[in-house]
Antibody
Framework: EVQLVESGGGLVQPGGSLRLSCAASEFTFSSYSMNWVRQAPGKGLEWLSHISSSGESIYYADSVKGRFTISRDNAKSSLYLQMNSLRAEDTAVYYC????????????????WGQGTTVTVSS | EIQMTQSPSSLSASVGDRVTITCRTRQSISNYLSWYQQKPGKGPNLLIS???SLQSGVPSRFSGSGSGTDFTLTITSLQPEDFAMYFCQQSYSLPYTFGQGTKLEIK
């Protein structure tokens, strides 16, 4: 079964750091772009970052630019999000999601999502 | 940044009903519009991509339409498992943006 499994979430103090991981299985990870998306408690979805299949192209939302770093290790089929200078407003469930291309559009959304890992920023 | 305006924010309906959720943008995004379903405690599930292409395994009672700035998700003959949150998302340009979501509840 095609799957993404996030890990690395937890409780961290404001100003602290965390590194999230996303392990991919049952698909050729190196062929797909990947994204991180978060969802604050009771809120909607917020896209955070995108990395191309090779890792050469990277983009961030303004809300995390300069604080978060996306990376990938295609040999390990893994995606990462290094989060520094964490703030209370970063409290959320963090999802990794696979970029999808349809026969007519690319990109065309995100077709595989993990179950999420919870990050809580609090003193 | 492309703002997504999704409506309604909540919707009450009965099993067997037909419901429509809309998503609008101020600038054209061609057909770079996706619809997701999310159930409590789960990651979103891609239902429709490219505005109207049904993902494999998604029931045919789900359909999407629209192009440019106005898009619609329609669910015909609601089933109990359809009561969930629904989000639209544009992938026309970065940053990708989502609609605020629609909570579909049982009447």
């Amino acid at each position: 079964e095609v799957q993404l499994v996030e890990s690395g979430g937890g409780l961290v103090q404001p100003g602290g750091s965390l590194r999230l991981s996303c392990a991919a299985s049952e698909f050729t990870f190196s062929s797909y772009s990947m994204n991180w998306v978060r969802q604050a408690p009771g809120k909607g979805l917020e896209w955070l970052s995108h990395i191309s299949s090779s890792g050469e192209s990277i983009y961030y939302a303004d809300s995390v630019k300069g604080r978060f770093t996306i990376s990938r290790d295609n040999a390990k089929s893994s995606l990462y999000l290094q989060m520094n200078s964490l703030r209370a407003e970063d409290t959320a469930v963090y999802y990794c999601a696979r970029g999808f291309c349809s026969s007519t559009s690319c990109p065309a959304g995100m077709d595989v999502w993990g179950q999420g890992t919870t990050v809580t920023v609090s003193s | 940044e492309i703002q997504m305006t999704q409506s309604p924010s909540s919707l009450s309906a009965s099993v067997g009903d037909r419901v429509t959720i809309t998503c609008r943008t101020r600038q054209s995004i061609s057909n770079y519009l996706s619809w997701y379903q999310q159930k409590p405690g789960k990651g979103p599930n891609l239902l429709i991509s490219a505005a109207s292409s049904l993902q494999s395994g998604v029931p045919s009672r789900f359909s999407g339409s629209g192009s440019g700035t106005d898009f619609t998700l329609t669910i015909t003959s609601l089933q109990p498992e359809d009561f969930a949150m629904y989000f639209c998302q544009q992938s026309y340009s970065l940053p990708y943006t989502f609609g605020q979501g629609t909570k579909l509840e049982i009447k």
